[in-house]
């Protein structure tokens, strides 16, 4: 069984700052891809950013030179620094991981609003 756990959401201007961190406990031997999407209200879910090894990084555009994606092998943590924060980023997040041998996880998700 594998765990995902998600912190680092709130509320925030616009204009302001939120790092996001997902960590995976559980029965891991090997972790390959990790990434974020994200729900509004109303919407589909969205890809907000994905990192695979060795450390490739892939952005939707509506994020991109806004926020960074990053993960920590040791510690099975993918995080996403948000920075630059704008009213339409305002949803639920939710991290992904890809489990080797298991299959893909889910975290429960993490809300984030930016007032306007």
């Known amino acids: 069984q594998v765990q995902l756990v998600e912190s680092g959401g709130g509320l925030v201007q616009t204009g302001g700052s939120l790092r996001l961190s997902c960590a995976a406990s559980?029965?891991?031997?090997?972790?390959?891809?990790m990434g974020w999407y994200r729900q509004a209200p109303g919407k589909q879910r969205e890809l907000v950013a994905t990192?695979?090894?060795?450390?490739?990084?892939n952005y939707a555009d509506s994020v991109k030179g806004r926020f960074t994606i990053s993960r920590d092998n040791a510690k099975n943590t993918v995080y996403l620094q948000m920075n630059s924060l704008k009213p339409e980023d305002t949803a639920v997040y939710y991290c992904?991981?890809?489990?080797?041998?298991?299959?893909?996880?889910w975290g429960q998700g993490t809300q984030v609003t930016v007032s306007s």
């Open positions: 990192i695979t090894t060795p450390r490739s990084a």
């Open positions: 559980g029965s891991i031997l090997s972790i390959g891809a």
């Open positions: 992904r991981t890809d489990v080797r041998g298991k299959g893909t996880y």
